[in-house]
T-cell receptor, first 117, second 112 residues
Framework: GAVVSQHPSWVICKSGTSVKIECRSLDFQATTMFWYRQFPKQSLMLMATSNEGSKATYEQGVEKDKFLINHASLTLSTLTVTSAHPEDSSFYIC?????????????FGPGTRLTVT | DAKTTQPPSMDCAEGRAANLPCNHSTISGNEYVYWYRQIHSQGPQYIIHGLKNNETNEMASLIITEDRKSSTLILPHATLRDTAVYYCIVVIAGGGADGLTFGKGTHLIIQP
């Protein structure tokens, strides 16, 4: 299956600073990537859909000015958490989908654990 | 997309078959059943999917009832590395290109 990498795997930052997380599709050209976050003991929640060359689509309740997404190439999408606060501490995961006829598989990155102090 | 119901947790002995149920009684004719799993502190991993026929791959088997209102994921010989949260997700045909909606899943614990 397709390989997705994320960098960094974990990051600690101070409140008020910004953090950039990279998501790379290593063997697949992804016009669309997805960003999820997962709080402790909870399930994954879709944050936004990242579209190559155009603006991202955000889920309801996700602040687009706080979570900046850039998808400048077919293999790289970045999520920048601006002015991070402790409540933004979470596990951030990206993915892309690959089609098989009418059905799809999604391939996920290993995740980035963000801790804001 | 149809809602799914899964037991919150299950135990299984190592080497035995793990059978994970999923109820999706409101599934539509053009909706697929997907299974993903998430090992602790990792990204989810695709396991298998099906529409109405039973499916098998190198990881698992998927049994879908004739009325398609429920399904069972079978791990034939569970190992300790199969301990994970397993998610059953119903997705409309073509909708897999969209982001997924994860429920709470089943936490499968494989006992030595």
């Amino acid at each position: 299956g397709a390989v997705v990498s994320q960098h960094p795997s974990w990051v600690i930052c101070k409140s008020g600073t910004s953090v950039k997380i990279e998501c790379r599709s290593l063997d697949f050209q992804a016009t669309t990537m997805f960003w999820y976050r997962q709080f402790p003991k909870q399930s994954l929640m879709l944050m936004a859909t990242s579209n190559e060359g155009s603006k991202a689509t955000y889920e309801q309740g996700v602040e687009k000015d706080k979570f900046l997404i850039n998808h400048a190439s077919l293999t790289l999408s970045t999520l920048t958490v601006t002015s991070a606060h402790p409540e933004d501490s979470s596990f951030y995961i990206c993915s892309h989908s690959s089609s098989w006829g009418h059905s799809y598989e999604q391939y996920f990155g290993p995740g980035t654990r963000l801790t804001v102090t | 997309d149809a809602k799914t119901t899964q037991p919150p947790s299950m135990d299984c002995a190592e080497g035995r078959a793990a059978n994970l149920p999923c109820n999706h009684s409101t599934i539509s004719g053009n909706e697929y059943v997907y299974w993903y799993r998430q090992i602790h502190s990792q990204g989810p991993q695709y396991i298998i999917h099906g529409l109405k026929n039973n499916e098998t791959n190198e990881m698992a088997s998927l049994i879908i009832t004739e009325d398609r209102k429920s399904s069972t994921l079978i791990l034939p010989h569970a190992t300790l590395r199969d301990t994970a949260v397993y998610y059953c997700i119903v997705v409309i045909a073509g909708g897999g290109a969209d982001g997924l909606t994860f429920g709470k899943g089943t936490h499968l614990i494989i006992q030595p």
